[in-house]
C-alpha cells in the first residue's frame, strides 16, 4: 500500500506518523514514532494501533473514528501516549483520512509530536515568577507587577520608560491584559518606524482626497481602538507639531481625519512607552511638557537587566526552553562557566541581547545536553575557549595551545584520551605538540 519512496519521506519526518486501515490495523510506522515511544514498529505492524499508542483517547474519541465518519480531519487534539516503559508522554496529534483513487476512505492517518516542552512552558509561566508573560522575581519587577494589579480597574494613562530591550512592550500587554478593557480593541503603533506625513494618517486618519495617494477613506489607529486601548511605542519620537493633536485626545477624548473638519468623539485608554529621557527632551524643546504630565499619570519604569541579577537566571532557563523546543534539541542546562559569563555580563540590550544569546548558542551548539562558553556570542564571552570543545582548526591557529596542554595536564598526559575528548587524531596531539616544543 505504501511504496518505497513514500517510506523513505515519511520516515524522514521529525513527528511521528501511522497509518491504519478502515480495522485500524497499522500498516506503517515511520522511525519518528518509533522513537518518541521508544517501541520496536515492526512489533506491531498488523495489530490494532491501540496496542502501540495506548491513548486513553482511544476509548473516549477515537480520532481516527471521528475522521472516517465525518470525513473531516482533526488538528493539533491533545492527549497522552504511552512509551515503552509505561510513562505518559503529552502529545499533539493531526489525523486525516485516507482514500484512494475513486475518493473512497481506506484507513487513516496520524502525525503526532512531543508536547512536554510546551506543557513546561506552560507550567512555567503560570509559575509565581511569571506575570502575563514578564518573566522575572526581582524586587523592582514585583513592584511593577504589583502596580499593574492596582490599576487593573482604572483608565489611567500610562507612560512606561526604560531602556531598549527591557521589555517595555510586555508591560503594556500585561497592562492591557489584565484591565477592564481587556476583551476591547487593542491597537499598537510604533511611533519611530512611520514618517511624519504618513504618522498623522495612521494616527488619525484621512479622507478621500486630502493628499495625492489618499484614494478612500480610512480610519485610523485611534479610531479602530475607540473603547479600547492604544499603545504608542516609541513617543519620544512623535514629531512635536503632532503632539498637540495627541493632547486634544488626552484632554477632550476628540479629534479630526486628516482633510476633514468634523470633530469626532472616541474613548480610548492611551499607553505610551519611550527609551528617552522626555524631561531632557523637554529641555530641548522636542516635547511637549504638558503632553508629558498628561501622559505621566502612571509612570512605570522598568529597570535594565544588569539591575534585576536574579532575573537573569530565571530568564536563561526560559529561553533555554524556548529553543529547546524551536530547534528539536535536547539541551536543558548551560555549563557553569557559560553560567558565570552570562550572570556577570553588563546586558546593555537587556532582555532582548540575552535571549538573541541563547539562540546564538544553541543554533552554534553540538552537544546533546547543555550549552558550552565556546558557543556564547564573541562579543559577550572571555577569551578563553573551552578546551573539551576545540576543533582542528582552533588547535592549529593557537600559538602555544595553552587548552591543549592543560587539558594533558588534567589527564596525566594520556594523548589517546585527550585526543579522543578533542574529537581528533592522535596524531593531531603529537604534531602540536612538536610545534609548541620548537616555538
Known amino acids: 500500500m505504501i511504496d518505497k519512496y513514500s517510506r523513505y519521506i515519511l520516515d524522514s519526518l521529525a513527528e511521528g506518523v501511522y497509518v491504519v486501515d478502515n480495522e485500524f490495523k497499522l500498516?506503517?510506522?515511520?522511525?519518528?514514532?518509533?522513537?518518541?515511544?521508544?517501541?520496536?514498529?515492526?512489533?506491531?505492524?498488523?495489530?490494532?494501533?491501540?496496542?502501540?499508542?495506548?491513548?486513553?483517547?482511544?476509548?473516549?474519541?477515537?480520532?481516527?473514528?471521528?475522521?472516517?465518519?465525518?470525513?473531516?480531519?482533526?488538528?493539533?487534539?491533545?492527549?497522552?501516549?504511552?512509551?515503552?516503559?509505561?510513562?505518559?508522554?503529552?502529545?499533539?496529534?493531526?489525523?486525516?483520512?485516507?482514500?484512494?483513487?475513486?475518493?473512497?476512505?481506506?484507513?487513516?492517518?496520524?502525525?503526532f509530536r512531543d508536547n512536554r516542552v510546551n506543557k513546561n512552558l506552560e507550567e512555567l509561566l503560570k509559575s509565581d515568577s511569571h506575570f502575563h508573560g514578564i518573566i522575572g522575581k526581582s524586587q523592582p519587577m514585583i513592584d511593577i507587577f504589583?502596580?499593574?494589579?492596582?490599576?487593573?480597574?482604572?483608565?489611567?494613562?500610562?507612560?512606561?520608560?526604560?531602556?531598549?530591550?527591557?521589555?517595555?512592550?510586555?508591560?503594556?500587554?500585561?497592562?492591557?491584559?489584565?484591565?477592564?478593557?481587556?476583551?476591547?480593541?487593542?491597537?499598537?503603533?510604533?511611533?519611530?518606524?512611520?514618517?511624519?506625513?504618513?504618522?498623522?494618517?495612521?494616527?488619525?486618519?484621512?479622507?478621500?482626497?486630502?493628499f495625492t495617494d489618499a484614494v478612500k477613506d480610512r480610519k485610523g489607529r485611534f479610531e479602530l481602538a475607540d473603547k479600547g486601548t492604544i499603545f504608542l511605542d516609541e513617543i519620544g519620537e512623535m514629531p512635536i507639531n503632532m503632539q498637540a493633536q495627541l493632547l486634544r485626545i488626552l484632554q477632550e477624548g476628540t479629534f479630526e481625519r486628516i482633510g476633514e473638519s468634523i470633530t469626532k468623539k472616541i474613548d480610548v485608554r492611551i499607553i505610551a512607552a519611550t527609551n528617552k529621557n522626555l524631561e531632557e527632551q523637554i529641555q530641548e524643546k522636542k516635547f511637549r511638557e504638558d503632553l508629558f504630565y498628561r501622559l505621566n499619570v502612571i509612570p512605570m519604569k522598568i529597570p535594565p537587566l544588569m539591575e534585576r541579577g536574579s532575573d537573569i537566571l530565571l530568564l536563561t532557563e526560559f529561553?533555554?526552553?524556548?529553543?529547546?523546543?524551536?530547534?528539536?534539541?535536547?539541551?536543558?542546562?548551560?555549563?557553569?562557566?557559560?553560567?558565570?559569563?552570562?550572570?556577570?555580563?553588563?546586558?546593555?540590550?537587556?532582555?532582548?541581547?540575552?535571549?538573541?544569546?541563547?539562540e546564538y548558542s544553541f543554533i552554534r551548539e553540538k552537544k546533546s545536553d547543555s550549552l558550552c562558553l565556546c558557543c556564547l556570542p564573541p562579543q559577550i564571552r572571555p577569551q578563553k575557549k573551552c578546551s573539551e570543545h576545540l576543533s582542528l582548526h582552533q588547535l592549529e591557529i593557537d600559538d602555544k595551545a595553552q587548552e591543549l596542554l592543560s587539558l594533558l595536564r588534567q589527564n596525566n598526559w594520556n594523548k589517546t584520551k585527550v585526543a579522543k575528548l578533542l574529537g581528533v587524531d592522535r596524531s593531531t596531539i603529537h604534531r602540536r605538540l612538536k610545534s609548541i616544543q620548537s616555538d
Open 146 to 210: 504589583r502596580t499593574i494589579e492596582e490599576i487593573s480597574n482604572t483608565d489611567a494613562t500610562v507612560l512606561i520608560t526604560g531602556e531598549t530591550g527591557v521589555g517595555k512592550e510586555l508591560i503594556a500587554n500585561a497592562i492591557q491584559g489584565t484591565s477592564k478593557r481587556s476583551h476591547q480593541p487593542f491597537v499598537k503603533v510604533n511611533c519611530a518606524v512611520l514618517p511624519e506625513a504618513l504618522l498623522a494618517s495612521e494616527l488619525f486618519g484621512h479622507v478621500k482626497g486630502a
Open 319 to 358: 529561553f533555554i526552553e524556548k529553543y529547546a523546543r524551536k530547534y528539536n534539541k535536547e539541551v536543558k542546562e548551560i555549563d557553569p562557566d557559560a553560567l558565570e559569563v552570562i550572570m556577570n555580563y553588563s546586558w546593555p540590550g537587556n532582555v532582548r541581547e540575552l535571549e538573541n544569546a541563547v
Open 27 to 111: 500498516l506503517f510506522i515511520n522511525k519518528a514514532a518509533e522513537r518518541l515511544l521508544g517501541k520496536n514498529r515492526n512489533k506491531y505492524i498488523g495489530t490494532v494501533c491501540t496496542s502501540f499508542c495506548q491513548s486513553e483517547i482511544c476509548e473516549t474519541g477515537c480520532p481516527i473514528s471521528k475522521v472516517l465518519i465525518t470525513e473531516k480531519s482533526v488538528t493539533d487534539l491533545e492527549t497522552v501516549y504511552k512509551n515503552d516503559k509505561g510513562e505518559l508522554i503529552p502529545v499533539k496529534i493531526n489525523s486525516s483520512l485516507l482514500t484512494d483513487e475513486n475518493q473512497t476512505p481506506i484507513g487513516g492517518i496520524i502525525s
